[in-house]
C-alpha cells in the first residue's frame, strides 16, 4: 500500500488565487518531497523538506511539515494556469527502506 | 540533455510478448529506481539499484519482471510474457545518496499498452 495520502483528490481555483494541498504518512520518515505531473508525462520534482525542517520557501510554494501529526501541506501562491497538474507527496523514509513511497495525488485545475 | 532519459517512449504490444525497456540516469547518480504508475494513481516502487547491485525488490515485481544495470550505468527493465494487466507507465529515476540525502529526478517515462 501506498505511504502518503494526499488531499484533496481534486482542487480546481482561478488564476491568481492560493492553491493549498495536504499530505497525510504513516511512518517516521527522513525527508519528504513534492512532486509536479503534467498529465502523461514524468514527474518533476519541486522541494525537499528534511524530517527536522518546519517549513520551507521555493519561489511560489511553501511546504510545511508537522511530524508529530504525519502531514505535510504545499501552498502554492498566486497560481497560474500553468500550475495545472497532479501533483504528489512522497515520503523517503531512510535507512533500511530505499525507496519514495508516493501517495495518489491531487488534481489541480487553475482556470485563467 | 543531462536529464534521465527513457527509452522508448510509447510501446505498444500483443498479450504475450516480451518488452524491454532502458532507462539513462543523470550519470553522477547512484541510484535508480524503477516505478510504475496506473492512470489516476502515484507510482509504485518496483526496484532499485545502488550502482550495478539490485539491492530491493518489490513483491510487484513478478517473475516475469527482470531488471538490471550492468555497469552501473544505464538499466533495463524487461517484462517477459506481457499481460493486459502490465499496461501502465514505468518510469524510472535517479539520485545521488550520500552523507545528505537528495531528490530524485524521473525520465519522462515509457508508457506501454498491451493488447
Known amino acids: 500500500s501506498q505511504q502518503g495520502e494526499e488531499d484533496p483528490q481534486a482542487l480546481s481555483i482561478q488564476e491568481g488565487e492560493n492553491a493549498t494541498m495536504n499530505c497525510s504518512y504513516k511512518t517516521s520518515i527522513n525527508n519528504l518531497q513534492w512532486y509536479r505531473q503534467n498529465s502523461g508525462r514524468g514527474l518533476v520534482h519541486l522541494i525537499l523538506?528534511?524530517?527536522?525542517?518546519r517549513e520551507k520557501h521555493s519561489g511560489r510554494l511553501r511546504v510545511t511539515l508537522d511530524t508529530s501529526k504525519k502531514s505535510s501541506s504545499l501552498l502554492i501562491t498566486a497560481s497560474r494556469a500553468a500550475d495545472t497538474a497532479s501533483y504528489f507527496c512522497a515520503t523517503d523514509v531512510g535507512t533500511g527502506a530505499n525507496n519514495l513511497f508516493f501517495g495518489t495525488g491531487t488534481r489541480l485545475t487553475v482556470i485563467p | 540533455d543531462t536529464g534521465v532519459s527513457q527509452d522508448p517512449r510509447h510501446k505498444i504490444t500483443k498479450r504475450g510478448q516480451n518488452v524491454t525497456f532502458r532507462c539513462d540516469p543523470i550519470?553522477?547518480?547512484?541510484?535508480l529506481y524503477w516505478y510504475r504508475q496506473t492512470l489516476g494513481q502515484g507510482p509504485e516502487f518496483l526496484t532499485y539499484?545502488?550502482?550495478?547491485?539490485?539491492?530491493?525488490k518489490s513483491r510487484l515485481l513478478s517473475d516475469r519482471f527482470s531488471a538490471e544495470r550492468p555497469k552501473g550505468s544505464f538499466s533495463t527493465l524487461e517484462i517477459q510474457r506481457t499481460e493486459q494487466g502490465d499496461s501502465a507507465m514505468y518510469l524510472c529515476?535517479?539520485?545521488?545518496?550520500?552523507?545528505?540525502?537528495?531528490?530524485?529526478?524521473f525520465g519522462q517515462g515509457t508508457r506501454l499498452t498491451v493488447v
Open positions: 539499484f545502488q550502482n550495478e547491485a539490485q539491492l530491493e
Open positions: 529515476a535517479s539520485s545521488f545518496r550520500g552523507a545528505v540525502n537528495t531528490e530524485a529526478f
Open positions: 550519470s553522477e547518480h547512484n541510484r
Open positions: 523538506i528534511r524530517s527536522n525542517e
